[in-house]
């Protein structure tokens, strides 16, 4: 998976939680409400049988988020950029992407951050949880710095530890039956969900936005690869805990008493509900207060991690790809980034009064869709060319993963793609 290379030796003698940053915003950012839905709908109803399938996917995540990174700190360009070279399509089809899926994301994060401060505070309306939902992370990636963001992350991925593996020690896992589902099977009508789960889980357009924050973390040269290798190996393993963790709840509660969620992020609060007939009201609420992390931590990811990635396109979208260098990438308080900001909080308060109009859901499906395919393509195609040194191109190792890693995105976007055209 690793190409090998040299590095920030000296770094690693420091301790390791000092290591971590860019990859635990990656991975924090990816997890949110409805990836652990959909974790807990697998094992409600295949038990442990798809464990297999969630370590994969953490496995990809590691590569493709290992490809972004290494890119950047070998050339010294952003993931753009590394676009840019591939033709002018792909600032056309980012463009379009970033600006329709950050107005429908706005209005998602901000409702999914509220629904379980208003399960915890039923006399307070949900729409006023997630205006205030979006102006608190909008303050908090405008006037912060990027060592802000990362404390404040940190604390939430600390949350979350805190609720989801302690409810799945309190479902007292059959660690038989757990060890079991590492051994592949695929039962009947389970082939999406493998996908789902090895795809799905912690992959949104944030994976792009690593190498950004390794820029704003300082991790900028080829000296820091190993580094960097550690952050997201480190990173993605504790996403992979929460995975499992998830797949423990609905083994053990809901797949052994035949119990149903809600698709999306209402399922979080079924969750609750189920655990606080188990384990009484606070174990319950402590549940609802990880959910909140969770929800919370994606919406600062995005507002701050996407934002940058807009201030690059706009920086650089003019421009020819043999002009672009680092210096045009701007930081987290530039212009474009916080115009961007913006775009996220403020308009989308309108889809929370009015609905979601149905041609705006479509298009943010059908791009949507595309954009992990687009992704693992374009790094497959970048890391095996000329544009990186000879020690940093892709391995064997490296491209039978990412070829991998391509193949099950596009079919999971083949899927989502269908769906959103037709309504399915």
């Known amino acids: 998976m690793a190409d090998p290379g040299s590095t920030g030796v000296d770094e690693l003698e420091k301790p390791k939680w000092r290591l971590v940053g860019p990859g635990l915003l990656a991975a924090a950012t990816g997890v949110g409400a409805g990836d652990l839905v959909a974790t807990l709908i697998a094992g409600s109803r295949y038990g442990y049988a798809l464990l297999w399938a969630a370590v994969i996917g953490c496995v990809l995540k590691i590569v493709l988020v290992e490809g972004v990174g290494r890119w950047y700190l070998a050339t010294g360009k952003t993931i753009f950029q590394g676009w840019r070279t591939l033709g002018a399509w792909t600032s056309w089809y980012f463009g379009s992407y970033v600006i329709i899926w950050g107005f429908v994301y706005g209005a998602t994060g901000m409702s999914s951050t509220a629904l379980p401060l208003q399960a915890l505070f039923p006399a307070i309306p949900l729409n006023a949880f997630a205006v205030a939902s979006g102006l608190i992370g909008l303050a908090l990636v405008w006037f912060g710095r990027y060592g802000l963001f990362e404390k404040v992350m940190t604390v939430m991925v600390g949350i979350m530890f805190v609720s989801v593996v302690g409810s799945a020690v309190l479902a007292l896992p059959n660690i038989p039956s757990l060890l079991t589902g590492l051994v592949p099977t695929l039962p009947a009508g389970s082939v999406f969900y493998v996908l789902g789960l090895a795809g799905g889980v912690g992959g949104t357009i944030t994976l792009a936005a690593y190498g950004y924050w390794l820029r704003e973390k300082g991790w900028n040269k080829p000296k820091w690869m190993k580094v960097m290798r550690v952050d997201n190996s480190v990173a993605y393993s504790m996403t992979g805990i929460f995975v499992i963790c998830m797949l423990i ?34 174990w319950a609420k402590v549940f609802l207060i990880g959910f909140w992390a969770s929800s919370f931590s994606s919406l600062l990811g995005v507002w701050h991690g996407v934002s940058l990635m807009f ?27 916080r115009a961007y900001m913006l775009w996220l909080t403020i308009p989308p308060m309108l889809l929370l009064l009015l609905g979601r109009p149905f041609f705006l859901i479509l298009l943010y499906g059908v791009l949507g869709s595309l954009f992990m395919p687009f992704l693992a393509i374009t790094l497959l195609v970048l890391l095996n060319s000329s544009r990186l040194a000879q020690q940093w191109r892709n391995k064997w190792l490296s491209n039978v993963f990412l070829a991998i890693t391509t193949v099950v995105f596009l079919v999971l976007g083949l899927n989502e793609l269908v769906k959103a055209v037709t309504g399915g």
């Open 249 to 282: 709840l609905g083994a053990e509660l809901l797949y052994t008493a035949n119990i149903s969620l809600q698709s999306g992020d209402r399922g979080l609060l079924d969750m609750g509900a189920v655990l606080e007939d188990r384990y009484g009201v606070v």
């Open 311 to 337: 201030a690059d396109f706009w920086a650089n979208f003019r421009k020819r790809a043999d002009d672009l260098s680092d210096d045009d990438a701007p930081d987290s308080h530039s212009r474009p980034a």
